[in-house]
């Protein structure tokens, strides 16, 4: 663990700094608040420090202060180590933001224990953010094919129509559906079904790019949003045809080739969600009726 030490007293830096190295942490020592403050705003910054009371340009309550302004998912734990020794200091220390306040002179066993502490602390939260970045994971993904899921994908959909309706920018809409998907599940069974979602999946998420919103709508369906210049530039969806029809999917013993089938409709917003995707089934309707595999654009909204 990196550790930042600030503090104006070369001698204590110089101590600090010796003790850490024993202990097995890495080090960055400054002397000032505002060279801390740099420090900490890098994307590298230390997980913990050791701050000193009385700095030039900021002082150690201003740095614990600004710290707990900066939006980090895991905080950093901030503890004082400082000649101050009056509750009203140590008070005034945590209600700034430190997460402990420790006395000069120290005992270097009591500094170690309350690092130790620190770096449980740290864990704990970093433990506590992943779990909860997770569970906001499988709140809005689909488990299978890695993308939205039918809430997320209409509830970041309703959002761009509006904002496609403010900024006046055109948004193609595409519902795509595997083709022979129930045959594909009777004959082969539902683990291949499985799998043959799963790679359409990897396709979708391969070819669209980070603006773009992908969803399972659900069953073999899925949701496709892209902001265009060009509402009649078709490759992004043709590009998805060609490559799942030139796909193999390979199941234990089995060799399946695949096709989808997509509707496409166009809107500069100021229609409802539901109006746009029925536009874009009824092209998906026409596509599946005229032979499958292809791509069918419906006439945009008058």
């Known amino acids: 663990m990196k550790i930042l030490i600030a503090d104006d007293d070369n001698v204590s830096r110089l101590l600090l700094h010796r003790l850490l190295n024993r202990w097995g942490f890495d080090s960055v020592e400054v002397a000032d608040g505002e060279k801390a403050l740099e420090i900490m705003r890098a994307d590298d910054a230390p997980e913990l420090v050791l701050l000193d009371w009385e700095m030039p340009k900021a002082d150690g309550p201003e740095v614990c202060r600004q710290l707990r302004l900066m939006d980090k998912a895991v905080p950093p734990y901030i503890i004082f180590v400082t000649a101050k020794d009056t509750l009203f200091d140590l008070v005034l220390g945590l209600d700034m933001g430190a997460s402990d306040f420790i006395r000069k002179p120290y005992k270097q066993e009591e500094l170690r224990a309350r690092i130790q502490v620190g770096i449980r602390t740290i864990a704990l939260q970093t433990q506590l953010v992943e779990a909860r970045n997770r569970m906001e994971h499988l709140a809005m993904y689909d488990m299978l094919t890695e993308v939205y899921n039918r809430r997320a994908i209409m509830d970041l959909f309703g959002r761009e129509l509006s904002r496609c309706a403010r900024e ?23 683990a291949t079904g499985d799998a043959a979602l799963s790679l359409f999946g990897e396709i979708l998420r391969n070819n669209t790019r980070k603006s773009d919103l992908v969803g399972r709508w659900g069953g073999e369906e899925f949701i496709l949003v892209a902001q265009v210049k060009d509402a009649d530039d078709l490759s992004l969806f043709e590009r998805i045809r060609l490559q799942t029809e030139n796909s193999v999917l390979k199941f234990e013993d089995k060799s399946v080739r695949l096709s989808v089938s997509i509707g496409i409709t166009a809107t500069t917003g100021g229609e409802t969600l539901e109006k746009v995707l029925h536009r874009a089934d009824n092209a998906l309707y026409e596509a599946k009726e005229s032979g499958r595999n292809r791509i069918v654009f419906n006439e945009r909204q008058p």
């Open 168 to 190: 006046q920018h055109t948004l193609l809409v595409a519902m795509a559906d595997l083709d022979y998907f129930k045959k594909l599940n009777d004959q082969f069974g539902h």
